[in-house]
């Protein structure tokens, strides 16, 4: 598998925006989840959000709802994540993964065991 193609990322200053996107080229889009998983400094992965392409129902973690937004383009199989009110707290590496979702289940913000693809990550630094 081709591992996903992500863009955006930078350094912003606090309340700032910022725009990521993840593209799965060749992908069946709809079969996937698409999560954005995060890593700062000192911290553990987490899982911020994540996207059910097949039918766009989308979840956030605590730590970014209400300031994070998901979306989709299906005919570029890719995904955004908008982000507003950006705090020195999401500084960090950003990963986008797509995973098959588990069947009869939410998407989870974290692959599982099962086959995943990754990104190679995008740093975004978010100054005080």
């Known amino acids: 598998q081709r591992p996903l193609v992500q863009s955006g990322g930078g350094s912003v200053q606090a309340g700032g925006s910022m725009r990521l996107s993840c593209e799965h080229p060749?992908?069946?889009?709809?079969?996937?989840?698409f999560a954005w998983v995060r890593q700062g400094p000192g911290k553990e992965r987490e899982g911020v959000a994540v996207i059910y392409a097949g039918d766009s129902i989308k979840r956030y973690a605590d730590s970014v709802k209400g300031r994070f937004t998901l979306s989709q383009d299906s005919a570029k199989k890719t995904v955004f994540l908008e982000m507003r009110s950006l705090t020195p707290d999401d500084t960090g590496m950003y990963f986008c993964a797509a995973f098959i979702r588990p069947f009869g289940s939410a998407c989870p913000f974290l692959p599982g065991t099962g086959p995943s693809t990754w990104g190679r990550g995008t740093q975004v630094t978010v100054s005080s």
């Open positions: 060749g992908s069946n889009f709809g079969r996937n989840c």
